[in-house]
């Protein structure tokens, strides 16, 4: 996958793929491509060239360079449904209670039953710790309490896959805890996840796979007992040097 914004190219050529149930952690510094390939993969951002394939199916693209995009608008709706995103800030809608900000999508992209919708909003509400808050605005919860809803809410879309884009950089250390244990909750039932983190204890945790990107392509990837023990590039010991002491 190649990705550019004008002259600035920040993805270079980078292949990735993640199997069903797999976790798979992207790390690096800032810059280096992660959020932008998780955007992509997610058809929120064109890439310029490069195939995207969900479940074997591939992205139909129209045009080419700067001008490609994707050719099939119900192709991209079905792909996003199944691929829910949890992003960095939360992106509750303020005028909705907790529960309706859960049941939102389910009803209005999907067209599911609201009676249906709203039993398994509250039961993914209840999953993440957080059944109390159904009926409170998201003004009244704290930030891990909101980044715990913006989960349930990706759940009840009940996709195929996870995507987490810095899903803890917002929070402070107490808040992000309770945020670190549900995504290991969500690991260790066999979730599909592809996790943009700046947590390495975290990817170290959860991850089947680790990939360090570094200016824009794969510096190295592998095991996380085999990335963070043995890092094999100068570059990525650099980086867990700088995370470890930071």
Request: glycine share 10%.
């Amino acid at each position: 996958m190649h990705k550019s914004y004008g002259a600035l190219e920040v993805l270079k050529g980078v292949s990735l793929t993640a199997r069903r149930g797999d976790v798979v952690s992207l790390i690096g510094s800032s810059g280096s491509g992660k959020s932008t390939l998780l955007r992509c993969a997610n058809l929120l951002e064109d890439s310029q060239e490069g195939e995207i394939l969900f479940k074997g199916e591939a992205v139909h693209w129209r045009g080419s360079g700067l001008g490609r995009r994707p050719g099939d608008a119900k192709q991209v709706l079905r792909i996003r449904t199944n691929l829910s995103m949890v992003f960095q800030q939360f992106n509750l809608w303020s005028h909705m209670t907790i529960l309706q900000n859960v049941m939102e999508a389910p009803v209005t992209v999907l067209g599911r039953d609201r009676a249906e919708v709203e039993e398994k909003a509250r039961g993914y509400l209840a999953k993440v710790g957080i059944g109390d808050k159904a009926d409170a605005w998201p003004a009244q919860l704290s930030g891990g309490q909101q980044q715990r809803a913006a989960i349930a809410r990706a759940l009840c879309m009940e996709p195929e896959a996870l995507l987490f884009d810095e899903p803890t950089s917002a929070l402070d250390p107490e808040l992000e805890q309770e945020v670190v244990k549900v995504i290991k909750d969500l690991a260790a039932e066999g979730r599909t996840m592809l996790l943009v983190t700046h947590d390495m204890r975290l990817a170290a945790d959860v991850s089947d796979e680790v990939v360090f990107l570094h200016r824009g392509l794969i510096e190295e990837q592998g095991a996380p007992d085999a990335l963070f023990g043995s890092p094999g590039s100068e570059r990525l010991r650099q980086f867990l040097s700088a995370t470890t002491s930071a």
